[in-house]
Protein backbone atom coordinates (compact mmCIF):
# COMPACT_ATOMS: atom_id res chain seq x y z
CA UNK A 1 0.00 0.00 0.00
CA UNK A 2 3.02 2.07 0.45
CA UNK A 3 5.17 1.52 -2.18
CA UNK A 4 1.42 2.06 -4.35
CA UNK A 5 0.71 5.59 -2.81
CA UNK A 6 4.26 6.69 -3.86
CA UNK A 7 4.24 4.91 -7.07
CA UNK A 8 1.12 7.23 -7.79
CA UNK A 9 1.87 10.58 -6.12
CA UNK A 10 5.55 11.20 -5.61
CA UNK A 11 6.57 12.07 -9.21
CA UNK A 12 8.65 14.30 -10.50
CA UNK A 13 10.33 15.50 -13.34
CA UNK A 14 13.02 13.45 -14.73
CA UNK A 15 16.09 14.60 -12.88
CA UNK A 16 19.41 16.25 -14.23
CA UNK A 17 21.20 13.29 -12.55
CA UNK A 18 20.08 9.87 -13.47
CA UNK A 19 22.03 6.77 -12.27
CA UNK A 20 20.66 3.13 -13.51
CA UNK A 21 21.75 -0.19 -13.29
CA UNK A 22 21.31 -3.90 -15.35
CA UNK A 23 22.15 -6.75 -15.03
CA UNK A 24 22.13 -9.45 -17.25
CA UNK A 25 21.21 -8.40 -21.31
CA UNK A 26 19.50 -11.81 -22.98
CA UNK A 27 18.83 -11.27 -27.10
CA UNK A 28 15.39 -10.63 -26.74
CA UNK A 29 16.13 -7.58 -24.83
CA UNK A 30 19.08 -6.32 -25.86
CA UNK A 31 16.74 -4.02 -28.23
CA UNK A 32 15.20 -2.15 -25.18
CA UNK A 33 18.12 -1.84 -23.80
CA UNK A 34 19.54 0.07 -27.04
CA UNK A 35 16.20 2.13 -27.07
CA UNK A 36 16.73 3.26 -23.63
CA UNK A 37 20.07 4.08 -24.44
CA UNK A 38 19.51 5.61 -27.07
CA UNK A 39 16.76 7.75 -25.93
CA UNK A 40 18.23 9.04 -23.00
CA UNK A 41 21.03 10.41 -25.26
CA UNK A 42 18.72 11.80 -26.96
CA UNK A 43 17.28 13.59 -23.86
CA UNK A 44 20.74 15.18 -23.99
CA UNK A 45 22.25 12.83 -21.15
CA UNK A 46 25.84 12.36 -21.41
CA UNK A 47 27.17 9.72 -18.99
CA UNK A 48 29.66 9.69 -16.13
CA UNK A 49 31.65 7.19 -13.99
CA UNK A 50 30.91 6.89 -10.11
CA UNK A 51 33.27 9.40 -8.62
CA UNK A 52 32.46 12.05 -11.64
CA UNK A 53 28.64 11.29 -11.01
CA UNK A 54 29.19 12.29 -7.54
CA UNK A 55 31.33 15.20 -7.87
CA UNK A 56 28.59 17.00 -9.28
CA UNK A 57 28.84 19.37 -11.79
CA UNK A 58 26.61 21.27 -14.85
CA UNK A 59 24.35 19.10 -17.46
CA UNK A 60 22.43 16.49 -17.39
CA UNK A 61 24.75 13.33 -16.48
CA UNK A 62 23.80 9.69 -16.31
CA UNK A 63 26.07 6.99 -14.34
CA UNK A 64 25.07 3.52 -15.68
CA UNK A 65 26.41 0.38 -14.54
CA UNK A 66 25.85 -2.97 -14.78
CA UNK A 67 25.94 -5.70 -11.62
CA UNK A 68 27.16 -9.32 -11.17
CA UNK A 69 29.15 -10.84 -14.37
CA UNK A 70 27.13 -11.83 -17.31
CA UNK A 71 29.04 -12.40 -20.91
CA UNK A 72 26.55 -10.45 -22.91
CA UNK A 73 28.15 -7.14 -21.11
CA UNK A 74 30.93 -8.15 -23.89
CA UNK A 75 28.40 -8.39 -26.86
CA UNK A 76 26.92 -5.14 -25.82
CA UNK A 77 29.54 -3.49 -26.28
CA UNK A 78 29.34 -2.13 -30.11
CA UNK A 79 25.86 -0.62 -28.66
CA UNK A 80 27.83 1.06 -26.26
CA UNK A 81 30.11 2.56 -28.68
CA UNK A 82 27.54 3.23 -31.23
CA UNK A 83 26.03 5.99 -28.46
CA UNK A 84 28.89 7.16 -27.33
CA UNK A 85 28.42 5.82 -23.94
CA UNK A 86 30.90 4.88 -21.09
CA UNK A 87 29.35 2.63 -18.17
CA UNK A 88 30.93 0.72 -15.20
CA UNK A 89 31.01 -2.75 -14.55
CA UNK A 90 30.35 -3.59 -10.82
CA UNK A 91 31.91 -7.57 -11.52
CA UNK A 92 31.70 -10.59 -9.00
CA UNK A 93 35.46 -12.28 -9.59
CA UNK A 94 35.07 -15.77 -8.37
CA UNK A 95 32.73 -16.88 -11.57
CA UNK A 96 34.72 -16.14 -14.44
CA UNK A 97 34.28 -19.26 -17.16
CA UNK A 98 37.49 -19.73 -18.10
CA UNK A 99 38.64 -19.65 -14.37
CA UNK A 100 35.51 -21.37 -12.15
CA UNK A 101 34.33 -25.17 -12.13
CA UNK A 102 30.92 -25.60 -13.41
CA UNK A 103 29.69 -26.46 -10.40
CA UNK A 104 31.34 -22.99 -8.59
CA UNK A 105 29.42 -21.26 -11.63
CA UNK A 106 26.34 -23.34 -10.48
CA UNK A 107 26.17 -22.49 -7.67
CA UNK A 108 26.63 -18.72 -8.06
CA UNK A 109 23.48 -18.77 -10.47
CA UNK A 110 21.73 -20.36 -7.99
CA UNK A 111 23.15 -17.62 -5.63
CA UNK A 112 21.98 -14.78 -7.48
CA UNK A 113 18.54 -16.77 -8.95
CA UNK A 114 19.52 -16.51 -12.58
CA UNK A 115 17.46 -18.95 -15.05
CA UNK A 116 18.25 -17.58 -18.36
CA UNK A 117 21.16 -18.18 -20.82
CA UNK A 118 23.58 -15.76 -20.42
CA UNK A 119 26.91 -17.18 -19.44
CA UNK A 120 29.55 -15.59 -17.55
CA UNK A 121 32.36 -13.20 -18.71
CA UNK A 122 35.86 -14.55 -19.65
CA UNK A 123 38.82 -12.84 -18.20
CA UNK A 124 39.81 -11.81 -21.66
CA UNK A 125 36.60 -10.54 -22.18
CA UNK A 126 36.57 -8.49 -19.42
CA UNK A 127 39.90 -6.66 -20.08
CA UNK A 128 38.60 -5.68 -23.24
CA UNK A 129 35.69 -3.94 -21.81
CA UNK A 130 38.10 -2.16 -19.47
CA UNK A 131 39.97 -1.28 -22.53
CA UNK A 132 37.31 0.28 -24.12
CA UNK A 133 37.19 2.89 -21.89
CA UNK A 134 34.68 1.35 -19.08
CA UNK A 135 35.10 1.30 -15.53
CA UNK A 136 35.72 -1.70 -13.90
CA UNK A 137 34.24 -1.78 -9.82
CA UNK A 138 33.88 -5.06 -7.78
CA UNK A 139 30.51 -6.71 -6.52
CA UNK A 140 32.68 -9.16 -4.25
CA UNK A 141 34.36 -12.11 -5.27
CA UNK A 142 31.31 -14.97 -5.39
CA UNK A 143 28.03 -12.72 -4.35
CA UNK A 144 27.37 -13.47 -0.74
CA UNK A 145 24.76 -11.90 1.31
CA UNK A 146 27.80 -9.34 3.15
CA UNK A 147 25.24 -8.32 6.15
CA UNK A 148 24.85 -11.75 7.22
CA UNK A 149 28.86 -12.94 6.44
CA UNK A 150 31.31 -13.07 9.44
CA UNK A 151 33.65 -9.97 9.63
CA UNK A 152 36.68 -12.62 9.44
CA UNK A 153 35.47 -13.12 5.69
CA UNK A 154 35.09 -9.58 3.93
CA UNK A 155 39.07 -9.54 3.36
CA UNK A 156 38.17 -12.70 1.19
CA UNK A 157 35.11 -11.63 -0.62
CA UNK A 158 36.05 -7.85 -0.53
CA UNK A 159 39.57 -6.88 -0.51
CA UNK A 160 40.76 -10.34 -2.27
CA UNK A 161 38.28 -9.41 -5.10
CA UNK A 162 39.35 -5.82 -5.91
CA UNK A 163 43.02 -6.86 -5.32
CA UNK A 164 42.09 -9.79 -8.23
CA UNK A 165 40.53 -8.08 -10.37
CA UNK A 166 42.98 -4.70 -10.47
CA UNK A 167 45.75 -7.51 -11.79
CA UNK A 168 43.62 -8.85 -14.21
CA UNK A 169 42.89 -5.18 -15.94
CA UNK A 170 46.43 -3.90 -14.59
CA UNK A 171 43.97 -0.93 -13.36
CA UNK A 172 42.95 0.39 -9.70
CA UNK A 173 39.76 -0.54 -8.89
CA UNK A 174 38.04 1.99 -6.99
CA UNK A 175 34.22 1.25 -7.11
CA UNK A 176 32.08 -1.10 -5.12
CA UNK A 177 28.52 -2.01 -4.94
CA UNK A 178 27.05 -4.20 -2.90
CA UNK A 179 25.09 -7.65 -3.67
CA UNK A 180 21.04 -7.18 -3.49
CA UNK A 181 21.57 -3.82 -2.93
CA UNK A 182 19.12 -2.34 -0.18
CA UNK A 183 19.77 -0.87 3.29
CA UNK A 184 19.50 -4.39 4.54
CA UNK A 185 22.36 -5.45 3.14
CA UNK A 186 25.07 -3.39 4.24
CA UNK A 187 26.00 -2.36 7.57
CA UNK A 188 27.57 1.18 8.72
CA UNK A 189 31.20 -1.64 9.50
CA UNK A 190 30.71 -2.56 6.09
CA UNK A 191 30.82 0.78 4.69
CA UNK A 192 33.58 1.85 7.15
CA UNK A 193 35.67 -1.30 5.63
CA UNK A 194 35.06 -0.73 2.11
CA UNK A 195 36.54 2.71 2.78
CA UNK A 196 39.56 1.55 4.84
CA UNK A 197 40.39 -0.42 2.10
CA UNK A 198 40.51 2.02 -0.75
CA UNK A 199 37.28 2.14 -2.51
CA UNK A 200 36.25 5.52 -3.25
CA UNK A 201 32.32 4.79 -4.28
CA UNK A 202 29.69 2.68 -3.31
CA UNK A 203 26.64 2.08 -5.37
CA UNK A 204 23.56 0.60 -3.76
CA UNK A 205 20.26 -0.55 -5.57
CA UNK A 206 18.07 1.88 -3.56
CA UNK A 207 15.79 3.58 -5.89
CA UNK A 208 13.26 6.51 -5.12
CA UNK A 209 15.93 8.85 -4.32
CA UNK A 210 16.94 10.09 -7.74
CA UNK A 211 16.08 13.93 -6.52
CA UNK A 212 18.41 13.85 -3.56
CA UNK A 213 19.85 17.27 -3.46
CA UNK A 214 23.35 16.43 -2.66
CA UNK A 215 25.25 12.65 -3.16
CA UNK A 216 27.53 11.02 -0.92
CA UNK A 217 30.15 8.69 -2.84
CA UNK A 218 30.38 6.22 -0.15
CA UNK A 219 26.18 6.01 -1.27
CA UNK A 220 25.25 6.34 -4.06
CA UNK A 221 21.74 5.38 -4.80
CA UNK A 222 20.81 3.74 -7.97
CA UNK A 223 17.25 2.89 -9.90
CA UNK A 224 17.21 -0.39 -12.00
CA UNK A 225 16.00 -0.22 -15.18
CA UNK A 226 14.24 -3.35 -16.02
CA UNK A 227 14.07 -4.22 -19.48
CA UNK A 228 11.28 -6.85 -18.83
CA UNK A 229 9.12 -2.82 -19.19
CA UNK A 230 8.20 -0.60 -21.15
CA UNK A 231 10.57 2.61 -21.98
CA UNK A 232 8.15 5.12 -20.44
CA UNK A 233 7.14 2.78 -17.41
CA UNK A 234 10.78 3.18 -16.41
CA UNK A 235 11.06 6.53 -17.44
CA UNK A 236 8.41 7.01 -14.54
CA UNK A 237 10.34 4.79 -12.15
CA UNK A 238 13.25 7.58 -12.56
CA UNK A 239 10.32 10.26 -11.72
CA UNK A 240 9.58 8.72 -7.88
CA UNK A 241 10.77 10.79 -5.37
CA UNK A 242 10.47 8.60 -2.17
CA UNK A 243 13.42 8.82 0.53
CA UNK A 244 10.36 8.62 3.35
CA UNK A 245 9.68 4.91 1.85
CA UNK A 246 13.06 3.96 1.19
CA UNK A 247 14.05 5.82 4.88
CA UNK A 248 11.31 3.55 6.39
CA UNK A 249 11.18 0.65 4.58
CA UNK A 250 14.73 -0.30 3.42
CA UNK A 251 13.41 -1.32 0.24
CA UNK A 252 12.85 -0.65 -3.49
CA UNK A 253 10.09 1.47 -4.02
CA UNK A 254 9.90 0.21 -7.52
CA UNK A 255 10.05 -3.92 -5.90
CA UNK A 256 12.57 -5.74 -6.36
CA UNK A 257 13.11 -9.35 -8.60
CA UNK A 258 14.75 -8.70 -11.82
CA UNK A 259 12.96 -11.68 -13.08
CA UNK A 260 9.80 -10.56 -12.76
CA UNK A 261 7.46 -10.92 -16.10
CA UNK A 262 10.53 -12.06 -17.62
CA UNK A 263 10.98 -15.06 -19.99
CA UNK A 264 12.58 -17.60 -18.75
CA UNK A 265 14.69 -20.45 -20.12
CA UNK A 266 15.40 -23.54 -17.99
Known amino acids: MIRKFHLEFFQKHLPDDLAIYFHELEDWNMPRFEEAIAHLVREGYRTASPRAFAAGGRGKRLFISFDDNYQSWHRALPVLERHGVTCTFYVNSGVFRDMASPSAIHDYRDRIAYRGSDRTLSRAELREIS ?81 APSRDPLSLHRTEWKLALPLEENLAHMRIHAPFYGNMMGRSVIGSGQWLAVPMVW
Open 131 to 211: AAGHTIGCHTHTHPMLSRLDRRHWDAEILHSKTYLEGLIGKQVRDFSFPYGMRRHFSPALRDYCEAVGFKTIASGISGLQH
